[in-house]
């Protein structure tokens, strides 16, 4: 598994505190702060590395959270804590040699840090464009297992931990994105990428999500 490198992190520590921390040289450019409470979907594209080539599969899922957003000038930083269900599939052998298909359910929560620039705003619409480092902890799996179908096609729902299913518990993912104000309400896309197996197995394992969220300001 790849190690995600110190500096990465400390560069979305130490960077929020600059921005906010540099001199102002009038009240009107002060911090303002925002409060977010938002939930959204999202489609996330599964990739196995396999030897025997690469395999992809599609699965939706949701998020719902809260956070603050701090804006100075042209800059702003956000902190967020969300819940997120996300799929993906597999195919394996149980241990008395029967194959079978998963499809799962993971349940998980994330906290972004985030830093961005804001090119456009008026009282009343403000565009936001970022980038940001994302701490995801996958902490359940919820998944319904087919067999064979010349082993009786039984289908079951088990519930994991990460670790039964040699699944990771923690994921370093990268994220850009853009969102606006509307009034009191922020719509925001956002692409993400793993920067880290989501498997210990020998194969890598990663997935490319898109999401769509819309919020409550307050």
Do not use: C
Request: hydrophobic share 45%.
């Amino acid at each position: 598994m790849t190690m995600t490198k110190p500096w990465l992190i400390a560069l979305f520590v130490v960077a929020p505190v600059l921005v906010l921390a540099w001199p102002s040289a009038s009240s009107a450019q002060q911090p303002k702060l925002d409060i977010k409470v938002f939930f959204g979907g999202s489609v996330t594209n599964y990739v196995s590395l396999l030897e025997t080539g690469r395999e992809q599969e599609i699965f939706g899922g949701w998020q719902v959270g809260f956070g603050a957003r701090v804006r100075r000038r042209k800059a702003f930083v956000e902190v967020l804590f969300s819940f997120n269900r996300w799929g993906y599939g597999f195919q394996d052998v149980n241990e008395f040699g029967v194959p079978f298909t998963a499809v799962a359910q993971v349940n998980s929560f994330e906290l972004p840090l985030i830093m961005g620039y804001i090119p456009y705003k008026n009282p009343l619409f403000k565009l936001f464009l970022y980038a940001g480092y994302v701490n995801h902890f996958n902490t359940k799996i919820i998944a319904s297992v087919v067999t064979a179908p010349e082993f009786g096609g039984e289908e079951i729902t088990v519930k994991i931990k990460p670790k039964e299913a040699d699944f990771a518990i923690y994921q370093a993912i990268g994220r850009v994105g853009v969102n606006f104000d509307v009034a009191m309400f922020n719509f925001d896309f956002n692409y993400s990428i793993s920067l880290n197996s989501a498997t210990k197995t020998s194969y890598r394992t990663s997935y490319q999500q898109l999401q769509v969220n819309i919020a409550y300001l307050f």
